[in-house]
């Protein structure tokens, strides 16, 4: 190494200099907010939409941190055929029915979610069924997760029963406004009323 006249530098050492970050919220950020579900009764059979979240027209954008599923169950059974958690972003669609969630800060001093952050889950209660519209998108989903297949007694699954489809640590994905994201169950032929599943999900708010 030489310095601007050509001259050879001494063997010191150069030093790095590091900018040391203390926090890992989106650039913006206002809050941090979560949500969970009741449980969500299963359906015979056929795919369920288990949750939407919604940016209608909001002047914030959404960054999801962190989906989550519980899975538990109320009657032993063998899975042959695995249903599969399937997460979509999409623009253009906007769903109805569901129960609004409450949405909570992370902290007190941040201020509430905006109206415009729309989620929405397919329980009301504790088992309480409310359906939620939305169609499947055309496209293949943003992610998805296996389902564990075989059930050996009631309660008991040889596996994890807690699916995490979004982590903040690979990437938050942000939901804009006018966009919505969807959770959908893909059941397969077995999938029954005793199956539960709880949604739980954590996100940011920030100014683009």
Known sequence: ????????????????????????????????YSA??????GVAATSQVLMTLRNN????DIAIRRLAIDVSYS????????AYFRYWGNTGVTPSGGAAAT????????????AATELLFAASGDGVAATITHATP?????????????????????????????????????????????????????????RHYTVKTIWEEFTP
């Open 1 to 32: 190494m030489y310095d601007a006249a050509g001259a050879l530098l001494g063997t010191g050492a150069n030093p790095i200099i590091t900018t040391a970050t203390t926090s890992d919220l989106v650039p913006g950020s206002v809050g941090t």
């Open 103 to 114: 949405k909570h800060k992370l902290d007190s001093e941040y201020p509430d979610s905006q």
């Open 138 to 194: 055309g496209s293949n989903p943003t992610r998805e997760q296996a389902k564990a297949n075989i059930l050996t007694a009631v309660g008991t699954v040889p596996n994890i029963n807690d699916y995490e489809l979004i982590n903040y640590s690979q990437h938050p994905l942000l939901v804009r406004t006018g966009e919505t994201a969807c959770l959908i169950l893909v059941g397969s032929a077995v999938d029954v009323v005793t």
């Open 75 to 82: 009657a032993a059974a063998v899975d042959l055929v695995q």
């Open 57 to 60: 027209a909001g002047a914030r």
């Open 36 to 41: 969970a579900s009741f449980r969500i009764a």
